[in-house]
């Protein structure tokens, strides 16, 4: 099935939006990009794109007819809330989401799994207890105040299962030609 649609999905370091864009972005036949493709020049470590780079290629995507983006990032990203169909809040259980970095962490260090990056204790100390905690004090509530006027189309939920689901459910209205199930905080 390919579709038209413009998903937004933001969470905290290991809450599933990764995992989450690529289930559905393989479900719709829908592109997925990471906020972190944008900011990083993926050609060099540790090498960033510039903001104008970083902007540049952001605006080209949110112009697309359809599309899935994921990523933490929301200060120069705020376009894409505008222009997305549905915007997804992942706010899963803080076990759950940090287990979910740890396993990450192990499963890079050891190859069992491609990163973008090169792993460090410190990165993994960062995303625990600085980013992670962070994102719930300071970022999670100025999300919930920009994207307040689209509340609308904002869809909060605490696991991927509930967005798969939710989804489904927006497969069933969009196949019966019916309206589109709206969602609120779950």
Not at 23 to 34: A, D, I, M, N, W
Not at 54 to 71: K, L, N, P, Y
């Amino acid at each position: 099935m390919v579709i038209e649609i413009r998903i937004r999905i933001i969470g905290g370091c290991g809450s599933g939006k990764s995992y989450t864009a690529r289930q559905l972005s393989r479900h719709y036949g829908v592109p997925c990009f990471e906020t972190d493709n944008f900011v990083w020049d993926r050609s060099a470590p540790s090498r960033r794109n510039t903001p104008e780079d970083r902007d540049a290629q952001f605006a080209e995507t949110v112009a697309m007819d359809s599309w899935i983006i994921e990523g933490v990032h929301y200060k120069w990203g705020s376009e894409s809330f505008r222009q997305a169909d549905y915007i997804v809040l992942i706010r899963p259980n803080r076990v759950v989401q940090d287990w979910r970095v740890v396993r990450r962490f192990v499963k890079t260090r050891i190859g069992l799994e491609q990163g973008n990056y090169k792993q460090t204790l410190r990165n993994l100390y960062e995303m625990l207890f600085e980013w992670n905690r962070g994102y719930e004090r300071v970022d999670l509530p100025r999300i919930m105040e920009l994207t307040e006027e689209y509340r609308h189309k904002r869809i909060i939920v605490k696991n991927n299962q509930e967005i798969l689901h939710w989804f489904g459910r927006y497969n069933d209205g969009v196949e019966a030609g019916g309206s589109v199930p709206v969602q609120r905080e779950r």
